[in-house]
């Protein structure tokens, strides 16, 4: 009985070490399983729109735009001087005053987005709003099919903007604002933590952008 109880607090001891030397678990590339940075790189597959972790070597192997999967690109544009008047922006038909844009390259044609508590809602996009759009803003014309999007931010204050701003940004950006809204939504309002958490995301964008001129072409 001694010796039972003597073995008792070197055991739990023991286990305790062992959980701490425990290192926390690595994400690895979906493509070859190798341990990927915290910041690592993305791929889209075309067809799910899914999103893929990669490491270096693997993202740049499906670099080419005819492959199965697309890398998605790093560099956010915040663009200074778009142009995008009220009338446009109900041609376009979306219901609220954020959403995403892009061009799905299986489908052939653009497709608008936006966040909601339940997740991503597509919003049909009138193909001559678009053309439209696309016309009066020569810069969306480099954006890349599939792996970028132009992000509207029409919310003003309540969003951290006093005015309407205007991202060319990757898609995984656009996912991850997708996610923070369905994570931290509660009510009809949305609720404090949801906004606090949709400025801090603004900001950080902000933070990281280039700023372009709506005119330029690149």
Known sequence: MENQVSQEP???????????R???PRELCDLCAVPVRPAHQHLLERTSRALVCACDACAILFSASDTKFRR?????????????????????????NMAYFYHEG????????????????ESLLPLDAW?????ANP??????PDVEA??????????????????????????????????????LSGGTEAWKELKHFLTALRERAH????????
């Open 10 to 20: 070197k055991t739990g001891f023991q286990a305790l070490r062992e959980m701490v």
């Open 22 to 24: 425990q290192a926390p």
């Open 72 to 96: 998605v690109p790093r560099r956010i544009r915040l663009i200074r001087d778009f142009h995008l008047p009220d009338a446009l922006w109900e041609d376009l038909a979306v219901p609220i």
């Open 106 to 121: 299986v489908a052939g044609r653009a497709k608008a987005s936006y966040p909601s508590p339940a997740g991503a809602v």
């Open 131 to 135: 053309c439209d759009l696309v016309a």
């Open 139 to 144: 810069i969306l014309g480099t954006v890349e």
């Open 150 to 187: 132009l992000l509207a931010n029409r919310l003003g204050v309540i969003s951290g903007s006093a005015e309407m701003e205007y991202f060319v940004l990757p898609i995984d950006e656009c996912y991850k604002l997708v996610g923070l809204i369905r994570t931290h939504w509660r009510g």
């Open 211 to 218: 700023v372009v001129e709506g005119a330029a072409h690149a």
